[in-house]
């Protein structure tokens, strides 16, 4: 069975500083790994996926994430935050032999002018 | 414009009214699926479809059917609401499994 992981409910960041919204997962196989950005009163966005490939993806509005298959984490990054970055975010994660997506409790980001 | 909609946005019923909640895509995705959003829990998936005629269960599927009869509809329907399906939904698509979700604008139900 897999699972996600994301250890902070909240994470709050002045703008302009470094963001890191942490993700662990557990799966059988070579995951399928993704971030997804939900503002209020509106579904989930796609932000990137790791499939193969680059441990570093980049995405959309300047985030990034980094595969590390040792620690089993996917991390999202974003350099410098802007206040417009405050939403909720779900990593999420697939078993490439299942098509079951699973994910993580989510983690509310407040960006502070 | 390419989208997942989905019908009705809000939904307040009493338990046991049968309901059906509407999913319709328009990118020709072959992958369907119903997920319910509850504070601390995350998304659970509820039902997929891998294609048409083609459906399974996800982690929380108890008290919910689906069926996928045209390759753009997967409707969610709920034979008998009670209060603990009270919660937001949302419906997605992709084209295929590793693909990204395209995810509808969510329906909040509430069942007293």
């Known amino acids: 069975a897999q699972s996600v992981a994301q250890p902070e409910d909240q994470v709050n960041v002045a703008e302009g500083n470094p963001l890191t919204v942490k993700c662990t997962y557990s799966?059988?196989?070579?995951?399928?790994l993704f971030w997804y950005v939900q503002y209020p009163n509106r579904g989930l966005q796609f932000l990137l996926k790791y499939i193969t490939g680059d441990n570093l993806v980049k995405g959309s509005y300047g985030f990034e994430a980094e595969f590390n298959k040792s620690q089993t984490s996917f991390h999202l990054k974003k350099p410098s935050a802007l206040v417009s970055d405050s939403a909720l975010y779900f990593c999420a994660v697939r078993d490439p032999n299942d098509y079951k997506l699973s994910f993580g409790a989510g983690t509310t980001v407040t960006v502070r002018a | 414009e390419a989208q997942v909609t989905q019908n009705p946005r809000y939904l307040i019923t009493v338990t046991g009214k049968k309901l059906t909640v509407t999913c319709s895509q328009n990118?020709?995705?072959?992958?369907m699926s119903w997920y319910r959003q509850d504070p601390g829990l995350g998304l659970r998936q509820i039902y997929y479809s891998m294609n048409v005629e083609v459906t399974d269960k996800g982690d929380v599927p108890e008290g919910y059917k689906v069926s996928r009869k045209e390759k753009r509809n997967f409707p969610l329907i709920l034979e008998s609401p009670s209060p603990n399906q009270t919660s937001l939904y949302f419906c997605?698509?992709?084209?295929?499994?590793?693909?990204?979700?395209?995810f509808g604008n969510g329906t909040r139900l509430t069942v007293t």
């Open positions: 997605a698509s992709s084209p295929t499994q590793g693909s990204p979700l395209h």
């Open positions: 990118m020709n995705h072959e992958y």
């Open positions: 799966v059988s196989g070579n995951p399928y």
